[in-house]
Nanobody, 116 residues
Framework: QVQLVESGGGLVQPGGSLRLSCAAS????????MGWYRQAPGKQRESVAT????????NYADSVKGRFTISRDNAKNTVYLQMNSLKPEDTAVYYC?????????WGQGTQVTVSS
């Protein structure tokens, strides 16, 4: 099993920045990719960014390219999502995700609201 705990959400004005953190624990050696997803009211959950465990290869949704950066700190078993130039359409609940040999895991979600 893998446990994921997110932090760092909140209310920010358009153009502002936030950094989300996702701390992983448990059988983390089984994880081969981690990522961030988001779900806005009335919409399906969508992938925002992913990062692989080995090469740290990253992938981003077109809507966040150039504004968001995913990174990892292996010593802390933590994945980050740095979000810059935030827009109202980025408002959503953001979920940390881990996929590995034992299955797929989700965090509890953290709310990000971009509003003036």
């Amino acid at each position: 099993q893998v446990q994921l705990v997110e932090s760092g959400g909140g209310l920010v004005q358009p153009g502002g920045s936030l950094r989300l953190s996702c701390a992983a624990s448990g059988n983390i050696f089984t994880i081969y990719v981690m990522g961030w997803y988001r779900q806005a009211p009335g919409k399906q959950r969508e992938s925002v960014a992913t990062i692989t465990s080995g090469s740290s290869s990253t992938n981003y949704a077109d809507s966040v390219k150039g504004r968001f950066t995913i990174s990892r700190d292996n010593a802390k078993n933590t994945v980050y999502l740095q979000m810059n130039s935030l827009k109202p359409e980025d408002t959503a609940v953001y979920y940390c995700n881990a996929r590995g040999t034992t299955g797929q895991y989700w965090g509890q979600g953290t709310q990000v609201t971009v509003s003036s």
